[in-house]
């Protein structure tokens, strides 16, 4: 979700911009701009809606300012156009900045600089930053100290590049969750979201963490925090080995496909959320409007962590677009003479489109008269070649044997799907439609979000590296997240994990629990969430170590948890795709810190291509 990039040094910026946008196309966007300072007091901006081809059409590569940002934008706040594309500049001219995530409090912040004289042009959350730079100037603070206090006031997640007009010299950046990156060359500092833009540059790149706020200029970049004093950060040399460099600093190729969720998911979502009310989600299906409306029984097919997908899937389907879902393991579905209605659509999930079982159950299932659609990440694959209908994810590459931004990709197709049908056949609420299209929006930066919270996680993988056993709990359409959280532990750290109903646990799986048997729990404020607090009351009277999701500002488990992680509150039909990352996280890290191979885990392929 969205790209970063900025320049300074003695080249011209506008060509060195626009490069370095297109390696961040694969992030999603549907707007882009430059702001350049050729050092007359004045900004040379140039912003364009859709692709970047249209910007590229629209601005001068042959302008001479040595200094520059550039973004481009996935919308949240407001419509995909030029006026809400940034870079966003202030009242009186003088700053600009382009703004990667969501400002929580912006309402309340353009309430206040309102009531200050300010002026709002835009629908943008990212608007209010500029004007608040420009606002504590005015009220006589220099460039630095006014970017340090505008900082301050955002409440969200964000990453930040901001320009003075009359500062030629300078570029203030500031990162809390979503990832910057400095490149260091001669006589000029490079800005990028991601290290692939900087590569063709320089090889010597400085990583922003949390918290931490960035002055570039030509000779390289001085981090500090928000008391204003230095921060030490290390200058890592990327590699010329292009494996290395297209794990992006990251050590494995997991942890960086768990980092990429948020981009994955934007491009999922790119192009197939409506911008008017009255449109339909476009999926671009062979089905008529008439057809999708015909379809009265589906059935999922899947293996392994997509099925867990198809599971979260049953629950969108029937409850939105109210179809019964049967859903099958597609290695057993041909050997149980499966019953297929006239009427029913066979939906195969396949990362790789390659999996035999799939495959065999897709071609089972249309021998007896089911449509056929599959939901897969590659294009061209068998399996978008045999299906009726396709729909792909658009998650890249995936090179980690353990699944992560495919799964999420995938319930985010299923969402779609459910929602597209639902839109058909009558049965999706108007008012539960729009919460989700806005939710859909926002998830993006949510998992950056999320991302931000690897530290945490990673003490309990180091708290129980050495536990033999685990138990995760749910309920709902978050108890097949806890199957594939126990599933990406076993996957690549061999351990023992069960995924269980929350409610279920009194049946079987509570003679199980002890002081040695850490049970993770998933519990969002929503309608399961007493239920699932009354379960872990039980767990906790028998000594269960318990380690918690909760929503923000849930403090109900204090006293019986031994951790408590908060997630940001999401609609209860998002939280699947939000409280998976955690647990991918955890697994990961568990399985380093016991030496696994993460990646390449033993016996396990990316693609299953025989029975």
Same mark, same amino acid.
């Given at each position: 979700?969205?790209?970063?990039?900025?320049?300074?040094g003695?080249?011209?910026?506008?060509?060195?911009?626009?490069?370095?946008?297109r390696?961040?196309?694969?992030?999603?966007?549907?707007?882009?701009?430059?702001?350049?300072?050729?050092?007359?007091?004045?900004?040379?901006?140039?912003r $364009?809606? =859709? @692709?970047l081809?249209?910007?590229q +059409?629209?601005?001068? !590569?042959?302008?001479?300012? /040595?200094?520059? #940002?550039?973004?481009?934008?996935?919308?949240?706040?407001?419509?995909?156009?030029?006026?809400?594309a940034?870079?966003?500049?202030?009242?009186?001219?003088?700053?600009?900045?382009?703004?990667?995530?969501?400002?929580?409090?912006?309402?309340?912040?353009?309430?206040?600089?309102?009531?200050?004289?300010?002026?709002?042009?835009?629908?943008?959350?990212?608007?209010?930053?500029q004007?608040?730079?420009?606002?504590?100037?005015?009220?006589?603070?220099?460039?630095?100290?006014?970017?340090?206090? $505008?900082? =301050? @006031?955002?409440?969200?997640?964000? +990453?930040?590049?901001? !320009?003075?007009?009359?500062? /030629?010299?300078r #570029?203030?950046?500031?990162?809390?969750?979503?990832?910057?990156?400095?490149?260091?060359?001669?006589?000029?500092?490079?800005?990028?979201?991601?290290?692939?833009?900087?590569?063709?540059?320089?090889?010597?790149?400085?990583?922003?963490?949390?918290?931490?706020?960035?002055?570039i200029?030509?000779?390289?970049?001085?981090?500090f925090?928000?008391?204003?004093?230095?921060?030490?950060?290390a200058?890592?040399?990327?590699?010329?080995?292009?494996?290395a460099?297209?794990?992006g600093?990251?050590?494995?190729?997991?942890?960086?496909?768990?980092?990429?969720?948020?981009?994955? !998911?934007?491009?999922?979502?790119?192009?197939?959320?409506?911008?008017?009310?009255?449109?339909?989600?476009?999926?671009?299906?062979?089905?008529?409007?008439?057809?999708?409306?015909?379809?009265?029984?589906?059935?999922?097919?899947?293996?392994?962590?997509?099925?867990?997908?198809?599971?979260?899937?049953?629950?969108?389907?029937?409850q939105?677009?109210?179809?019964?879902?049967?859903?099958?393991?597609?290695?057993?579905?041909?050997?149980r003479?499966?019953?297929?209605?006239?009427?029913?659509?066979?939906?195969?999930?396949?990362?790789?489109?390659?999996?035999?079982?799939?495959?065999?159950?897709?071609?089972?299932?249309?021998?007896?008269?089911?449509r056929?659609?599959?939901?897969?990440?590659v294009?061209?694959?068998?399996?978008?070649?045999?299906?009726?209908?396709?729909?792909?994810?658009?998650?890249?590459p995936?090179?980690?044997?353990?699944?992560?931004?495919?799964?999420?990709?995938?319930?985010?197709?299923?969402?779609?799907?459910?929602?597209?049908?639902?839109?058909?056949?009558?049965?999706?609420?108007?008012?539960?439609?729009?919460?989700?299209?806005?939710?859909?929006?926002?998830l993006?930066?949510?998992?950056?979000?999320?991302?931000?919270?690897?530290?945490?996680i990673?003490?309990?993988?180091?708290?129980?590296?050495?536990?033999?056993?685990?138990?995760?709990l749910?309920?709902?359409?978050?108890?097949?997240i806890?199957?594939?959280?126990?599933?990406?532990?076993?996957?690549i750290?061999?351990?023992?994990?069960?995924?269980?109903?929350?409610?279920?646990?009194?049946?079987?799986?509570?003679?199980?629990?002890?002081s040695?048997?850490?049970?993770?729990?998933?519990?969002?404020?929503?309608?399961?969430?007493?239920?699932?607090?009354?379960?872990?009351?039980?767990?906790?009277?028998?000594?269960?170590?318990?380690?918690?999701?909760?929503?923000?500002?849930?403090?109900?488990?204090?006293?019986i948890?031994?951790?408590?992680?908060?997630?940001?509150?999401?609609?209860?039909?998002?939280?699947?795709?939000?409280?998976?990352?955690?647990?991918q996280?955890?697994?990961?890290?568990?399985?380093?810190?016991?030496?696994?191979?993460?990646?390449?885990?033993?016996?396990?392929?990316?693609?299953?291509?025989?029975?």
């Amino acid at each position: 979700m969205c790209g970063i990039v900025g320049y300074i040094g003695q080249q011209s910026a506008a060509a060195i911009l626009v490069e370095g946008l297109r390696t961040l196309e694969y992030r999603g966007y549907d707007s882009a701009g430059v702001a350049l300072v050729p050092g007359d007091g004045t900004f040379h901006i140039t912003r $364009a809606s =859709g @692709k970047l081809i249209n910007l590229q +059409a629209k601005i001068n !590569l042959n302008d001479t300012a /040595p200094l520059g #940002i550039g973004h481009t934008r996935w919308a949240t706040h407001g419509r995909p156009t030029e006026e809400n594309a940034h870079p966003h500049c202030s009242n009186d001219g003088k700053i600009v900045a382009v703004h990667n995530g969501i400002f929580e409090n912006f309402l309340e912040l353009r309430t206040e600089l309102k009531a200050a004289g300010c002026t709002f042009i835009t629908e943008t959350d990212t608007e209010c930053f500029q004007m608040m730079v420009s606002h504590l100037m005015h009220g006589g603070l220099e460039f630095v100290e006014a970017f340090r206090g $505008a900082v =301050g @006031k955002m409440r969200g997640i964000y +990453a930040l590049a901001c !320009l003075h007009a009359d500062d /030629p010299d300078r #570029i203030l950046v500031a990162r809390s969750g979503p990832p910057l990156a400095i490149g260091l060359g001669e006589g000029e500092t490079f800005l990028a979201s991601d290290v692939v833009p900087l590569l063709r540059h320089t090889r010597q790149v400085i990583y922003l963490e949390d918290g931490d706020l960035a002055e570039i200029t030509r000779k390289g970049a001085r981090i500090f925090g928000m008391d204003g004093l230095d921060v030490p950060r290390a200058t890592h040399i990327i590699p010329f080995d292009p494996v290395a460099a297209e794990k992006g600093g990251f050590k494995h190729f997991m942890q960086k496909e768990i980092f990429e969720q948020p981009q994955a !998911l934007s491009n999922t979502l790119l192009n197939r959320l409506p911008i008017e009310d009255t449109e339909p989600i476009q999926l671009d299906l062979p089905f008529t409007t008439e057809q999708l409306r015909s379809f009265n029984r589906i059935s999922i097919v899947a293996c392994g962590t997509s099925w867990h997908a198809g599971l979260v899937g049953k629950f969108y389907l029937e409850q939105l677009a109210r179809i019964g879902v049967d859903i099958d393991y597609a290695s057993e579905y041909r050997y149980r003479d499966p019953i297929v209605a006239p009427g029913t659509l066979a939906i195969g999930i396949t990362q790789s489109g390659e999996t035999a079982d799939t495959l065999a159950a897709l071609k089972e299932a249309a021998s007896r008269g089911a449509r056929t659609l599959v939901i897969c990440n590659v294009q061209g694959s068998t399996a978008a070649r045999q299906a009726e209908a396709t729909l792909l994810t658009h998650a890249g590459p995936e090179i980690g044997v353990a699944s992560t931004k495919a799964f999420t990709t995938q319930l985010s197709v299923l969402l779609l799907l459910a929602m597209r049908i639902g839109e058909a056949k009558g049965t999706l609420d108007p008012s539960l439609r729009a919460e989700l299209i806005q939710g859909l929006r926002e998830l993006p930066a949510l998992l950056e979000r999320i991302n931000s919270l690897e530290p945490h996680i990673a003490r309990w993988a180091q708290d129980w590296r050495e536990a033999k056993d685990f138990l995760y709990l749910a309920r709902g359409p978050l108890y097949p997240i806890a199957l594939e959280g126990a599933l990406k532990l076993k996957e690549i750290s061999y351990i023992h994990a069960e995924g269980y109903p929350a409610g279920e646990m009194k049946h079987g799986p509570i003679a199980l629990i002890d002081s040695h048997l850490p049970i993770v729990a998933l519990m969002p404020d929503d309608a399961h969430r007493e239920k699932t607090f009354s379960n872990l009351q039980e767990a906790a009277a028998r000594d269960g170590r318990i380690l918690a999701l909760v929503t923000d500002d849930d403090e109900g488990l204090a006293d019986i948890a031994e951790d408590v992680i908060h997630l940001p509150k999401v609609h209860p039909w998002l939280a699947p795709i939000l409280y998976v990352v955690p647990l991918q996280l955890l697994a990961y890290h568990i399985a380093v810190l016991r030496g696994c191979d993460v990646d390449q885990p033993r016996n396990l392929a990316k693609s299953v291509t025989v029975e």
